[in-house]
């Protein structure tokens, strides 16, 4: 579960925000920690601390910020074990960045 973090929203505007059914990121970390479900998670640092590598034609691309210009910008990810995409969006609904930012589910490739 990628953590995504919309700068344009106004925390401070009671009207650009649903909290209902979110948990205190702590409450939320506490219960699927229990849970079994959060396997682990962390923030990560804002995208103007990203460096991007690329290679192209036998030459190495560094260059600081992130890969793409982006309205959201990624803070953090979680790895979920849930039964199915079902339970995986139950679980990201309670997440306070749900009301505030986004969260995106992607699940592994399997072998």
């Known amino acids: 579960m990628l953590v995504t973090l919309d700068p344009s929203h ?14 205190d990121v702590d409450d939320w ?42 309205r959201e ?3 953090g990810f979680d790895v979920l074990q849930c039964a199915d995409l079902d339970e995986a969006i139950r679980v ?3 997440h306070p960045m749900a009301a505030s930012g986004r969260l995106e589910l992607r699940p592994f490739v399997e072998d």
């Open 10 to 23: 106004d925390a401070d505007d009671p009207s650009s925000a649903d909290p209902t059914g979110t948990l």
């Open 29 to 70: 970390v506490s219960k699927y920690d229990a849970a079994g479900v959060r396997l682990m998670g962390n923030q990560v640092r804002m995208a103007e601390d990203a460096t991007s590598v690329t290679r192209r034609r036998g030459e190495l691309l560094v260059t600081d910020g992130p890969y793409a210009e982006s």
């Open 73 to 75: 910008w990624i803070v």
């Open 92 to 94: 990201a609904s309670e």
